[in-house]
């Protein structure tokens, strides 16, 4: 058992987007305010009921939006995911879409050509103003998340997101969660420094 001060609970990311103000507009119509369907455990973020298609080289996908708006078009995919759809993207932090894999996103209104925008994600743990203090970590610093049970794993290269928008939980795409059988209610694992 993993028994240790600095656990965190850890939730698995699927497939999802964040578009822009003006990528929403062209999708669903000048004006359209996303809905919101389900809360997320990170303040003021929550999934819409809107959707999107991703269309890639080798295939289609519909995608989850996450709302609110952001400041970048960023569509997050696993490995699976990409090489499924025939993409080749890199891995990256949340936001730094440079360069990245180029798509063509679909809604009900209108479809945009995305010059960059499709990632892989870096694994991530999201940690509050407090617990950032408790633990003795900083927003950027490179840690490791260590799960338990029957697939333990050691998961390198985390990276510490922190700041007053962050709620304490680490994020893992499926393929992660998978190859750790990290199921169940409330899987936990330790930061380590």
């Known amino acids: 058992m993993i028994m240790a001060d600095m656990m965190v609970e850890i939730e698995g990311s699927g497939k999802h987007c964040h578009v822009t103000r003006e990528t929403l507009d062209i999708l669903y119509g ?3 305010e996303l809905e919101i369907k389900k809360m997320l455990t990170q303040p003021g973020q929550f999934v819409s009921p809107q959707k999107l298609t991703l269309h890639g080289p080798r295939g289609t996908a519909d995608l989850s ?3 609110p708006c952001r400041k970048v078009n960023q569509i997050e995919l696993s490995f699976t995911d990409a090489r499924a759809l025939g993409f080749d993207p890199p891995i990256r932090d949340s936001g730094d879409v440079a360069g990245s894999s180029p798509c063509t996103i679909v809604g009900p209104k209108g479809s945009v050509e995305l ?3 499709v990632i892989i994600v870096k694994r991530h743990v999201h940690v ?4 950032a203090e408790k633990f003795g970590v900083k927003d950027k610093q490179i840690v490791k998340l260590k799960t338990d049970g029957v697939r333990a794993l050691v998961f390198d290269e ?4 922190s700041g007053p928008d962050h709620a304490t939980y680490a994020h893992l795409d499926y393929d ?4 750790g059988a990290i199921f169940g209610n409330q899987p936990m694992g330790e930061i380590i420094k």
């Open 176 to 179: 992660e969660i998978n190859a």
């Open 158 to 161: 985390v990276v510490v997101r």
């Open 128 to 131: 509050s103003p407090a617990d």
């Open 30 to 32: 000048e004006g359209f």
């Open 65 to 67: 939006i996450v709302g």
């Open 115 to 117: 010059e960059e925008g």
